[in-house]
């Protein structure tokens, strides 16, 4: 039972870790809720300090990639709006367009909707560029700080067994 439990922990966890790079997918929660069901099937004290640990870290990277992206955006007074424009262009451009369709869209969504705000092909360029760096700075510390998560649980795993 404990590795049929480990085995779907592992699944969770991976899909996680893909879901801070790619947006479609929660991302950190999903590690969270994986460390959760191993915690819960596993029990003892190596299951919930894995489990502690791991919510701590997907904590940190959910709030700092919030909290660094969007004080890059309201520096430059890009609208949260212009993202969520981006990120629905980017799902339809991965229907599209396979395997780069994603990042196509969310970058023509992004400038299109920047070029709309701003009424000017060079300033809307430079503000989709700034808004790519944080998107991406997030993504970035996010898809860091689910991997310490992950290592953790990489840990927990060879303790318990």
């Not at 790079?21 to 969270?32: D, T």
Request: aromatic share 10%.
């Amino acid at each position: 039972m404990d590795i049929a439990i480990t085995v779907i922990t592992g699944a969770l966890v991976l899909v996680g870790a893909l879901g801070t790079i790619f947006p479609i997918l929660p991302g950190s929660i999903l590690v969270i809720i994986g460390l959760l069901v191993w915690a819960i099937a596993i029990g003892g004290p190596v299951g919930w300090t894995v489990f502690a640990l791991g919510l701590v870290s997907c904590g940190i990277g959910m709030a700092s990639s919030y909290f660094l992206t969007g004080k890059r955006l309201k520096a430059r007074s890009i609208p949260n709006r212009s993202i969520l424009i981006g990120a629905v262009v980017g799902v339809i451009g991965a229907f599209v367009i396979p395997v780069i369709g994603l990042f196509v869209g969310f970058v023509a969504g992004l400038f299109g909707s920047e070029w709309y705000r701003l009424r000017e092909p060079k300033q809307a360029w430079d503000a989709s560029v700034v808004a790519m760096k944080s998107v991406g700075l997030g993504m970035l510390i996010e898809f860091g700080c689910a991997g310490l998560a992950i290592a953790c649980w990489v840990v927990g795993i060879f303790l318990h067994f």
